[in-house]
Every structure is written in C-alpha cells, then in structure tokens.
C-alpha cells in the first residue's frame, strides 16, 4: 500500500505485469474511489461548464459522457476531468483525486454570474473501473440492463448483483470497460462479487502501465499547472468556444509530448532528454511495457525536436539511445 | 511466506551474502519489488566498500538501488540477467544472484533468524 492523493492505494495485488496481462486479455477491476466527484446543477449548468472547460459540453447528451479539461487562469491546467450528463441542467464530474481540493476552490471561484449549484459527492461515491475486453461479457448475466447497446462514453443506472448503480462504458486503460458507481457502504461487497464472477483485482501498478501503453496523459506527469495543456495531442479537447485561460491555450506550446522506446533500460520521470549530448528534455512517465516488452516512456522536449527520430535518455549518469514512437503505443484490436 | 537459507549471512538492506562471496537479493526483497524488468551490475575489478551503492534493480514499477553487503574487488557479474532479468523473482538464491565479491571485510550483516524477523 502507498499514500496517494490522502488515500492509501495498493501497487500491486498479485504482481503488476499479471494484473496487466489480465485487463489486455481478459478483464480486471481497479478500486478508484479515491477519485472525486462534484454534481453541477441548475438552470446555469451548462453555461457554467462550458465558461470552465475546454470541451463542447452542449455536445453532451443525457446518458453520455465526455472528457475535458480544467484550464487554469495562468496557463496550464488546473486537471483533467470527465463529465456525464444526468439530464437537463444536471451533470457529474469526475476529478483526480489529487485535484479534489484544488479543483473545487477553483471551480467555486467561477460560479459568480451563473445560476449553478455545486456538490461535492467525493465521500457518498465509490468507484470501480472493470477494464478489458470480456468486461461486458462477465458483466451481463448479473444486470437486467442490455450491455451490447450502450456504447463508448453511456452512463445509464442499472442494477449490478442486485444493488442500484451507475455505469459508464468509460475508463483509462485503452481497454473496452465499465465504471462502476456505487454508494460507499456496498463497494467492498460489490468488489468481492466482481472477483467472484472471474474479474482480476488490479491496483495503481498496472493502472500506469496499461495507462501508459494506451498513450494516455497522467495528471501530475503529463499535465500540470505548469506545462502547456497543448503540448499533448489531445488538442481536439479545445473547441472553439470562450472559456476560462483562453488565451493562454491560443499560444504554441514552447514543449511537445512524445513517445519514446527503448531496447533494455528502463526511464523514469524527471531522467534527462538528449540530442546529441544537449538536453532538449525531460520523462514525463516510463516503465516497461508488458504488452510490447521494451521499455517505453513519455517525455516533454522543445517543440523544435517534435519530429526528431532518434534521441538518447540520461539514466544514473549514462546515455542510453532512445528511438522516437508514435502514440499511442498499443491499441487494442 | 519467504524463503530465507539459513547459511547466508543478510544486509539490512536486503542482499544476502554467500561464504564464496556470491551476492543476491532475498526472496522478500525480490518479492516486494514485483517483476523485475532490468539489472545493471558493477563492473568486474571495481573495488567497493561495504554499504556503497553498486547495482540497480529495476521493477516494472521503480528502480531500486543494490548495496554492497562486504568490501572487496568484484571478481564476478552474473551475465545470464542480461537477457533473462526476471530470474532475480524465480530464483533469488541461485539463478538470480547479481555479481560475485572477493571479500575483505564483511559489513554489518545478520544471520537468517535475525533478517527474518526484521522482515516479518
């Protein structure tokens, strides 16, 4: 167990590259409850999401769910969030657990104007991401809802082993998957009934491996309140819309995000970046892939060295090569 | 439940130490990293003092630094973890051992009783 964002979280259950194995080939359940969770209501809820996120959340539809971003008023971003539409003038927004407290006085400090109330639900929720690619065939036989036709990005209630809960088909492992929310006092229960029906237990290990080989940026690695949210490749969540730190999103990023694979070394975050013995960079995240089996890693370089094809990565005083590759680095099939 | 032989001497720092000088991690070491994805050992002839850091174990997760558990002259590296680092997890007393030391002088190490019960 280790300290995370004022939780004590799990690593690993029975080993990382097992809990990995089982989500890209099977399925396995990650206890996120640490992240957070605010309801936006009223007749102003619309126009406040879309004064503090990036994404077009008119787009929304009730039943859907939508990935955004917070940007901050400095640059940067304050975190990224989902959000899912209950109905009309009523959302959940889904934050890293980290960004709980930060994300709230942030959000509170631009209700002024809008008819909008905030709740914070961080405690009444928990929340168990099912990732892989037989989540919705483990799921079915135990919820009366119909799995096959509720598509990436549905949020709908249902009953899972009885109990009322909210799915999405949404998740952060590049895995087909549901999102499990159910109140706090059934988790541990629904938890032991999804281990039952053959689904892996998975902790924070396998969640930034399988996270990583998906592409995916981690809050605290990849974005900050500091680094450009544009320097990722996920400029399609800025759409064309007035909204907090605007201006600062209308820049070019001084840094861009990269794929990185290595032969035999692995990289850490903070491990310094190089062209031709000038550092150009630095990780971002790394590990050992254990789809791909090489090590691989994110890095944040000069948006000069976007395009560079090969650099060389500073690990405890050595330079080891490093071959630029594209994101993400495994897709599922 | 780790398996610790009771004719190696241990670092409080998780080595263990064979009579020959041969030089590993513990069952509980290896078994708290997780899977071992990496291994960079010393080079042959490098003189070390006990207690200095002189290979890096590295998990999927983290990379952990390897102490001396003795001074002396490394008169051995373990080759095989280069193609197979994972034999650190399967086999921490034999196939995984890191390098082999001509020891002058031993650091401050337990018997198995004493690592064990520090590790329980």
Redesign the interface.
Known sequence: MVPFGGWDMP??YT???AE?DAVRRAAGVFDVSHMGEFRVTGPGALAFLQHVTTNDVSKLRPGRAQYNWLPGTQGGLVDDIYIYMVREGEYLMVVNASNVSKDWAHLQAHTAGFDVQLTDESERWALLAVQGPQSETLLQPHTSTDLSSKKKNAYFPATLFGFDVWLARTGYTGEDGFEVFTDASEAETIWDKLLAIGITPAGL?AR??LRLEAGFPLYGHEFSDSIHPLSSTYSWVVKDKTHVGREHISLAPPQKLIGLKLD???V?EGYPVKVGGEVVGHITSG??S?TLGH?IAMALVQAAHASTDTFEVEV?GKDHPATRMDLPFYKSS | MTNTPTELKYAASHEWLAADGTVGITDFAQDQL??V??V?LPEVGRVVEAGETIA?V??????SDIYAPASGTIIAVNEDL?GSPELVNSAPYEGGWLFKLDVTGEGDLMDAAAYASANN
């Open positions: 690593v690993q080993g990382v590259k990995h290990g930034d491996t035999r070394v692995p850490r590990t050992s254990p090590p405890r | 997780g899977d994805v990496y960079e890096v590295e998990s999927v997760k983290t990379a280069s």
